[in-house]
């Protein structure tokens, strides 16, 4: 270059970063030379790289921060970390409370103490917590789940050693051993139920039907419908809520060292559910509660309920009357007899309504009930024509209500005689008129009128012959509010409101739905009537406004308003193209078609645990009866006998064979006599654990 002219300054040349990942090491590439390597889950040795690049080289600082794929924000922020106080800054800190920990070794061992005494974990919270230290229930788990392990408590010879590969096996008892150490449980009174299980046959149904929970060490089928049975009649709310049951007691009821966890649980009842067939285990457990007490009067009581939705799932929407809406969820078809017990249901995941179930219910309950005749009370909810008519084909009485218009016609009460019914040693009196009612569909059907405690007429329908008292039949319905009641208490207690699984499947029966473009073509063919209506109307004030001085012939008044009259024109030519295509646009189509598919909730697992529900509701309801008897207060016999399912006790060996339950003695010598006339009667059973299990023998303590 010739020496007169100046040299031009080059810019240097920008390095290429490279982060490349190498097995488990991380190396850094500047300009094609390795600069750094770190293992890739090193967090501060990354952060004192990447700062020490973007604070050397010449590069963006939004290039390095992609380079190691943080944020350039975050970038920044640890750049002036660096610069404030050193590579010290950058390295990660323990995430959470620095302070010192509340869980003292002299806590941790006072929380173990109270925990041995049976408390839950919110009374050991309130009890270990003072001023200025407030303890939770989850720090009082934390601790419990942090602990030292605890002793283990002597084995009883009827348990199984976990080492042990127990095979599969039919029988629902295990182990025919007794055991020769004591050992308490808060639960000890709920043995009581095994006595009412053994007359339900729970065990016999299960078998029958090959019930399996595959191969397992410790829990087999009869453990585990023992278990939910079990802990819904303790009343825990769900299978998750006995994770605060104590599992060493709760075993002792089973003959095991603790009882299943969660997550064991779960398993086994969705391999139960997997091997029986959830309407099959309904209708043996159906079949054997008739052998055990035949209906009174072969009354079946008929009802739906709606249990709600509120998932994310699309599924059908049905009614529900405690909050008046149309919400989703899915309805279950009841079953019961003239005293509140439960006896069947049937899951209905379309919402319909109990006039449609009907048919259904029928077929199940002559399966069980035999070609013998019965009656079927229910609501109003099954009141249809067809219905009625379907009933007489089949021989089948029928007791509902009248509604409609002719249900509000009212009468001279000096027509109403008066009648009474006895039932349960209590004479039922009621005022009573008889009628006929024509019905659309099913002719001529005997009506009874009887007058409420305000003086409302109540019309009953039935196909029953006048051999049937009138009295009778009005008593009969009303005693569906059992049925009411029983839904209540189920809820309430046994939970059968619950969805025990998750997941759904897709409708896949094919379902007519409302056509979305008739429904746009009708709203059209509203919009352009109003319109026409509105143009009309103007026409119509014009002609009584006109001057007849200027335009005193019809001519010219249309020559006038030409332009209002031509617009009518057009408006009808469109009404009369909507209705045409109104006409030839099909009502409904299938669901599909219209882009409006719904998913069903799976439900094998929930009828498994609903039909262990009603067991477990059964049983109580047959114990508390019988304790009852003896105990005489029909108001407050079932709360008093749900108390004592909680009764502690120590669980020993008695005579060969034979494991001792001695319970303790509740305070009230009314209750504790009651209890102790019940218990006898229990021996002369021969109740045995797990069905074919060690004989238990229960008495209370001296």
């Known amino acids: 270059m010739p020496s007169g002219h100046p040299t031009a300054s080059m810019p240097p040349p920008i390095p290429r970063l490279e982060v490349i990942d190498v097995g488990e090491q991380r190396a850094v590439h500047v300009g094609g030379h390795p600069v750094a390597c770190y293992r890739h889950d090193d967090v501060g040795a990354e952060r004192v790289v990447a700062t020490q690049l973007a604070e050397t080289l010449p590069l963006e600082g939004r290039d390095i921060a992609a380079a190691f794929g943080i944020h350039p924000v975050s970038l920044s922020r640890l750049r002036g970390q660096f610069r404030a106080a050193g590579a010290q800054a950058l390295m990660p800190r323990r995430p959470g409370p620095k302070g010192p920990t509340k869980l003292t070794p002299r806590l941790r061992a006072r929380v173990r103490e109270l925990r041995s005494q049976g408390l839950s974990l919110r009374a050991i919270a309130?009890?270990?917590?003072?001023?200025?230290?407030?303890?939770?229930?989850?720090?009082?788990?934390?601790?419990?789940?942090?602990?030292?392990?605890?002793?283990?408590?002597?084995?009883?010879?009827?348990?199984?050693?976990?080492?042990?590969?127990?095979?599969?096996?039919?029988?629902?008892?295990?182990?025919?051993?007794?055991?020769?150490?004591?050992?308490?449980?808060?639960?000890?009174?709920?043995?009581?139920?095994?006595?009412?299980?053994?007359?339900?046959?729970?065990?016999?149904?299960?078998?029958?039907?090959?019930?399996?929970?595959?191969?397992?060490?410790?829990?087999?089928?009869?453990?585990?419908?023992?278990?939910?049975?079990?802990?819904?009649?303790?009343?825990?709310?769900?299978?998750?809520?006995?994770?605060?049951?104590?599992?060493e007691d709760l075993g002792v009821l089973l003959g095991r060292r603790r009882s299943p966890g969660v997550l064991t649980l779960r398993a086994k009842i969705a391999a139960l559910a997997e091997s029986v067939d959830p309407l099959a285990l309904s209708r043996e457990l159906f079949r054997r509660y008739l052998k055990l007490e035949p209906v009174w009067e072969g009354l079946y009581y008929a009802d739906g309920h709606f249990c709600p939705y509120y998932g994310g799932q699309p599924t059908p929407k049905g009614w529900d009357c405690k909050r008046r809406l149309a919400v989703t969820g899915h309805t279950d078809a009841y079953v019961h007899d003239a005293h509140g017990r439960a006896l069947f249901f049937l899951s209905r995941p379309l919402n319909d309504s109990l006039a449609r179930a009907i048919p259904a219910l029928v077929d199940e309950i002559r399966r069980a009930h035999g070609q013998g005749p019965f009656t079927l009370v229910f609501d109003r909810g099954g009141y249809s024509g067809d219905v009625f008519r379907f009933l007489q084909e089949q021989g089948i009485g029928f007791i509902t209500y009248l509604k409609g218009r002719k249900a509000r016609r009212r009468y001279p009460q000096d027509r109403f005689r008066p009648g009474w019914f006895l039932f349960e040693s209590q004479r039922h009196c009621y005022r009573l008129y008889e009628k006929r009612t024509r019905i659309s569909g099913a002719g001529l059907i005997r009506t009874i009128l009887f007058l409420g405690e305000e003086g409302q007429q109540i019309p009953v329908l039935t196909n029953l012959d006048t051999h049937s008292k009138p009295a009778k039949v009005v008593h009969c319905l009303r005693l569906r509010w059992r049925q009411e009641n029983s839904f209540k208490y189920l809820t309430e207690h046994y939970a059968i409101d619950q969805i025990i699984q998750y997941g759904a499947e897709p409708e896949k029966a094919p379902r007519l739905v409302p056509n979305p473009r008739r429904k746009a073509l009708m709203e059209r063919l509203r919009r352009v009537s109003r319109e026409i209506e509105t143009l009309e109307s103007q026409l119509g004030r014009a002609v009584n406004d006109n001057q007849e001085a200027r335009r005193p012939s019809a001519r010219g008044f249309k020559i006038a308003h030409a332009k209002l009259r031509r617009q009518i024109a057009v408006r009808r030519q469109v009404r009369a193209r909507l209705e045409h295509r109104l006409r030839r646009t099909p009502a409904q189509i299938d669901s599909a078609s219209a882009h409006k598919t719904r998913s069903l909730l799976r439900e094998d697992r929930r009828l498994v645990v609903n039909s262990l529900k009603l067991v477990a509701y059964n049983a109580e309801r047959m114990l508390a009866l019988r304790f009852n008897r003896h105990y005489g207060r029909t108001q407050d016999a079932f709360s008093v006998f749900r108390a004592l399912l909680h009764l502690p006790g120590e669980v020993h060996s008695a005579a060969a064979g034979t494991i001792a339950v001695v319970l303790d003695r509740p305070g009230s010598p009314k209750i504790a006599n009651s209890l102790e006339a019940l218990l006898t009667e229990l021996n002369l059973e021969a109740t045995h654990l797990l069905g074919s299990g060690p004989r238990l023998s229960f008495s209370l303590r001296t």
């Not at 419990?144 to 002597?154: D, G, M, N, V």
């Not at 149904?205 to 397992?216: H, T, Y």
């Open 126 to 247: 309130r009890r270990v917590s003072r001023p200025g230290r407030e303890i939770s229930y989850g720090l009082v788990a934390l601790a419990l789940k942090s602990a030292e392990a605890e002793p283990i408590p002597q084995r009883l010879p009827f348990e199984e050693p976990e080492g042990e590969q127990l095979q599969p096996s039919d029988e629902a008892g295990g182990a025919d051993r007794v055991p020769t150490e004591s050992r308490r449980s808060r639960y000890a009174g709920a043995l009581m139920l095994f006595a009412a299980v053994a007359r339900l046959d729970l065990w016999g149904a299960f078998r029958e039907l090959g019930a399996s929970v595959g191969p397992s060490r410790q829990w087999g089928w009869a453990e585990t419908v023992a278990t939910v049975v079990l802990c819904f009649a303790l009343r825990f709310r769900s299978i998750e809520d006995s994770k605060n049951a104590l599992r």
